[in-house]
């Protein structure tokens, strides 16, 4: 089955012509399309783009059941969102995600981050490795939710 997501206000964090490498001030740019169309497949994005450029003949080929979706006026955000972390960090890293985003290196941040935080970070640290081991761990398939009035 396919769902067609139609006349979307605003598709975020997508573009065109996808940038291989984001970093710096440019992770500030957000990628917006208006009047958009977003088509889903099997629980993967097929197809995105202008309302214009839409080839509903192309989508509706096969004879797949479609469903489509009516976003007049909503914002749709298919975006990929990489939440990982590292374990050694007990920490929270909002703060270094900003200063990456304002164009600061690497250094900048471990210098600015360690001479802030150097004692609460070292407490946290303390604390995390005397907590149990996390056991259980599965890999949750990826869905696609989509909310209508």
Known sequence: ????????????????????????KDMARLGILENAY???????????G???DLDREAVYAG??????????GRLVMPSYCDSHTH???AGSREIEYIDKIRGLS??????????????????????????QPMTGFRKSPVSVQVQSK
Do not use: C
């Open 50 to 52: 202008k309302m214009e």
């Open 1 to 24: 089955m396919k769902t067609l997501i139609l006349n979307i206000k605003q598709l975020v964090q997508t573009e065109l012509s996808p940038r291989k490498w984001v970093a710096g």
């Open 106 to 131: 690497y250094e900048e941040i471990a210098k600015r981050v360690f001479s802030i935080h150097a004692k609460g970070y070292v407490k946290l640290l303390k604390k995390s490795f005397s907590m």
């Open 63 to 72: 004879g797949d059941i479609v469903k489509e979706i009516d976003a007049t």
């Open 87 to 89: 374990l050694v960090y």
């Open 38 to 48: 977003l088509l889903v497949e099997e629980d993967k994005i097929a197809g995105f």
